[in-house]
């Protein structure tokens, strides 16, 4: 009995002693993975045939929200009507059963605007992938959602991914990767700035991954601490030049919406607004702003068999 009580109780870390220690580890991997990080050179092949972006623009620009707790769901209209001010438009991805029910309204009136949906795992409990046993009990329930949601996108919470399993998700596309990012638990990046697709050897069904290509605003300013936005400035203007995909992967749940002092978690929401009036001044009439399922249509078409 002693031992099923030692290997079935887990210690809790405090919050604030898993920020401390995550911040440790992040500085000693900046340093290590300077090669790599935030560019790595060797990620610029575009995929065989590669034609170019729709209209002959420069580069594609795709925006991404993961909506991880109540108070990120909170701030999701706030968010949308911010960023259409811009002129801007992205995906809100929720997840199915961590903070309630998501509003049909809420859906909705993002779908209205313009705005995109996809399903953020199941419960964003890191268990999704930890055995085949509990993905294929959440399967089913993760495409429910999808259907529900009138959305065939899918991303993966803490990028946690097997992508030999995930063939069984009524999906079009998924975020599940990184170009570079030695700070996610599972860092192994895929070494490219385009969408590739995953297929399934023995069937052939197959799913756009688009990795995500400039660092997610929780590792840059809470883990990392950056106050100010030129790591993202640096990335931009290289994925530009190459030609690639430039998809930011935020969250409202750590933007700072009311004006005053930011909590441990938080970083001004003045950074991600900054960077919007950077793309639109500095790279006006280059890039091809699109959703997530739009980039998946184009890639399905464009490579049609």
């Known amino acids: 009995m002693a031992n099923k009580i030692f290997y079935t109780l887990k210690p809790v870390i405090p919050r604030s002693l898993q920020l401390l220690l995550r911040r440790?580890?992040?500085?000693?991997?900046?340093?290590?993975?300077?090669?790599?990080?935030?560019?790595?050179?060797?990620?610029?092949?575009?995929?065989?045939?590669?034609?170019?972006?729709p209209d002959g623009k420069q580069f594609a620009l795709v925006?991404?929200?993961?909506?991880?707790?109540?108070?990120?769901?909170?701030?999701?209209?706030?968010?949308?009507?911010?960023?259409?001010?811009?002129?801007?438009?992205s995906s809100f991805n929720?997840?199915?059963?961590?903070?309630?029910?998501?509003?049909?309204?809420?859906?909705?009136?993002?779908y209205r605007k313009g705005f995109g949906i996809a399903v953020h795992g199941l419960k964003h409990d890191g268990k999704l992938f930890s055995s085949k046993e509990i993905f294929d009990e959440r399967a089913p329930?993760?495409?429910?959602?999808?259907?529900?949601?009138?959305?065939?996108?899918?991303?993966a919470p803490?990028?946690?991914?097997?992508?030999?399993?995930?063939?069984?998700?009524?999906?079009?596309?998924?975020v599940s990767t990184f170009d570079t990012d030695p700070f996610e638990p599972q860092p192994e990046g895929v070494v490219t700035i385009f969408p590739f697709w995953v297929e399934e050897r023995s069937s052939?069904?197959?799913?756009?991954?688009l990795p995500y290509t400039l660092a997610q605003d929780?590792?840059?300013?809470?883990?990392l601490g950056e106050t100010d936005i030129s790591v993202w400035k640096q990335k931009l203007d290289w994925i530009a030049d190459k030609g690639g995909m430039a998809l930011l992967n935020s969250h409202p749940d750590y933007m700072n919406f009311?004006?005053?002092?930011?909590?441990?978690?938080?970083?001004?929401?003045?950074?991600?607004?900054?960077?919007?009036?950077?793309?639109?001044?500095?790279?006006?009439?280059?890039?091809?702003?699109?959703?997530?399922?739009?980039?998946?249509m184009f890639w399905y078409r464009r490579w049609r068999t």
């Open 24 to 53: 440790q580890i992040a500085r000693y991997k900046r340093k290590r993975y300077s090669n790599i990080w935030p560019i790595d050179p060797n990620a610029t092949k575009p995929p065989e045939g590669w034609k170019g972006w």
């Open 63 to 89: 925006l991404s929200h993961d909506v991880d707790t109540r108070r990120g769901y909170d701030h999701c209209l706030k968010l949308a009507d911010l960023e259409k001010r811009m002129g801007f438009r």
């Open 94 to 110: 929720f997840v199915p059963e961590r903070y309630g029910v998501i509003a049909r309204e809420l859906l909705d009136e993002l």
């Open 141 to 155: 329930r993760i495409n429910s959602y999808m259907q529900e949601w009138r959305t065939r996108g899918f991303t």
């Open 158 to 174: 803490s990028m946690l991914r097997r992508h030999e399993w995930m063939h069984s998700l009524n999906m079009e596309y998924c």
């Open 204 to 209: 052939g069904k197959r799913f756009l991954e």
């Open 218 to 223: 929780f590792t840059l300013f809470v883990i």
């Open 258 to 296: 009311d004006g005053g002092g930011c909590g441990p978690e938080e970083y001004p929401l003045g950074r991600y607004m900054e960077f919007l009036d950077h793309l639109r001044t500095r790279y006006c009439d280059r890039y091809w702003h699109a959703l997530p399922s739009e980039v998946a």
